[in-house]
């Protein structure tokens, strides 16, 4: 049994945790400690709230907390166990559908909460008043954390299947779905959901209420269908920042202030995290959330035309590497799909033996999820002193004898330079101001903003068409050669 002080405590305890968690996140170096402080965190959040219940249960309720508490216990093994399973599974490419898969069920936890709220308020201790059960106030909360939780729901399902790219439906492939009157629809669409809302709050009925969560759960796809591929990292920690302001409104809901706290800190983190993202693309906000980006790269991409490269083979490519006094590699999404992570550290790591300086160059939003590159260096166990943010590296491009480009293509294009291009502005690694540049690439295809990338047609660079780990592979033997 707990005092109502020591559970105050605790959440407290809990709230420092996760604080810490996403101070140690927020470098590669105490990603690990931070980990450990969000688990921590959340065991203690967890089991001061099954305490809580033991203690305050049977007053809420009026029944034994013993099969409520069973429910939890055998809820948590199962939730636990499938989540287990499917991070141990997961494949590094796979890494973004799964982030995208957890923020939907946060979604549809908080909308299941919100309805069991609205059907048993008493047992969520919820202060019933003659004619009103639920207070003004909370059907107000109850309604943002509903449509909130709704709209994160359906639009991390979509960004599921676009960054799964394997269905067949045209809402889950990667390029935009646009149609005429699309944002007077979802306007339309907005407006009534608040009225819904409105009348709810006014009400209490379950029409409103109903009318609003589907109307919620429309608007989750019609806000992430005309986002094509290019901005999916900006709409993965859209759709986190989501989450978490949903588990807040439902926290006030519940008056939880460990929910509330929990809550905050996601969604906070996840909104700048989304503006750091769009910043890193000369993006507006409003404008990724719209599709504009989609539409336009797909416009460009048509109009692209066939030009002659320079090419060679891995063995050439090797000996231009082995040959250098520095050496920076950026990797992208086709580095991630080909598996080429341990390939590439073994390169690296020959190179560094030859005396050779290698370093790393990550774009923000190279890869399908933020610090996608990073993580995937960091399971190649690639030191950390080795990999440099864009903005600390861009200056050194000038300096550097030879740039390998491995499966990035948007995040290196000199296009963004020119203030015609449809992404004018959005800054890049500027891999073209090194002495000699070599690309590996499947093949000439355009990348996510669908436009053609001038680097890959400057004297100074050498494509090396193929398997990205084939083709790193075939380098490390040249090197040992």
């Not at 809420?60 to 508490?69: I, S």
């Not at 943002?144 to 399902?157: E, H, L, Q, R, Y």
């Not at 935009?176 to 907005?190: C, I, S």
């Not at 000996?319 to 590699?329: M, Y």
Request: net charge negative.
């Amino acid at each position: 049994m707990l005092s109502l002080n020591v559970v105050t405590l605790l959440y407290l305890v809990a709230s420092v945790c996760f604080i810490q968690a996403l101070k140690g996140l927020s470098h590669p170096t105490t990603s690990r400690i931070g980990n450990t402080f969000g688990m921590v965190g959340m065991a203690i959040a967890i089991f001061t709230t099954a305490g809580l219940m033991t203690t305050l249960g049977h007053e809420l309720v009026g029944v034994d907390m013993g099969t409520g508490l069973t429910l939890v216990v055998v809820a948590l093994l199962v939730g636990g166990s499938i989540g287990t399973l499917m991070a141990k599974r997961v494949e590094m490419t796979k890494m973004p559908e799964l982030v995208a898969f957890m923020h939907s069920m946060i979604g549809l936890a908080a909308v299941c909460i919100a309805v069991a709220v609205v059907a048993e308020p008493h047992a969520f201790g919820i202060v019933a008043n003659e004619g009103q059960p639920i207070p003004v106030g909370n059907r107000i909360e109850l309604f943002i954390g509903t449509f909130v939780g709704a709209i994160t729901f359906s639009g991390s399902v979509i960004a599921f299947g676009k960054l799964a790219g394997r269905y067949k439906l045209r809402v889950f492939q990667g390029a935009p779905v646009v149609f005429p009157g699309q944002h007077l629809l979802n306007l339309g669409l907005a407006v009534a959901m608040l009225l819904c809302g409105i009348w709810f709050a006014a009400s209490q009925q379950w029409l409103p209420f109903g009318l609003m969560m589907l109307i919620a759960f429309a608007l989750g796809v019609l806000i992430i269908i005309p986002i094509g591929g290019a901005d999916m990292p900006v709409v993965v920690s859209m759709l986190n920042s989501y989450s978490g302001w949903a588990a807040a409104g439902i926290g006030f809901s519940l008056n939880n202030p460990m929910l509330i706290i929990a809550g905050s800190l996601v969604g906070s983190s996840g909104a700048i995290l989304s503006y750091i993202m769009c910043k890193a693309m000369n993006r507006s906000f409003f404008n990724v959330i719209l599709g504009g980006f989609g539409g336009t790269a797909a416009e460009a991409g048509a109009a692209t035309e066939q030009r002659s490269v320079k090419s060679g083979s891995a063995d050439d490519a090797a000996f231009l590497l082995a040959n250098a006094d520095s050496v920076v590699i950026v990797p992208g999404y086709g580095l991630a799909v080909a598996r080429a992570q341990h390939p590439l550290q073994e390169l690296a790591e020959k190179l560094t033996a030859k005396g050779i300086t290698v370093r790393y160059a990550i774009h923000p939003v190279a890869g399908r999820m933020p610090g996608h590159m990073n993580v995937l260096l960091a399971e190649a166990e690639v030191p950390y002193d080795q990999v440099f943010e864009m903005e600390d590296i861009n200056a050194d491009f000038g300096q550097t004898d030879v740039v390998l480009v491995l499966g990035a293509n948007d995040v290196v294009n000199p296009a963004a330079l020119d203030p015609k291009s449809p992404i004018a502005g959005m800054p890049i690694l500027e891999a073209h101001k090194a002495r000699t540049v070599i690309v590996n690439k499947r093949s000439m295809a355009a990348g996510y903003a669908g436009l053609d990338n001038e680097l890959f047609y400057m004297d100074k660079t050498m494509m090396v068409f193929g398997d990205a780990k084939k083709v790193v592979e075939d380098m490390v033997k040249a090197v040992e050669a």
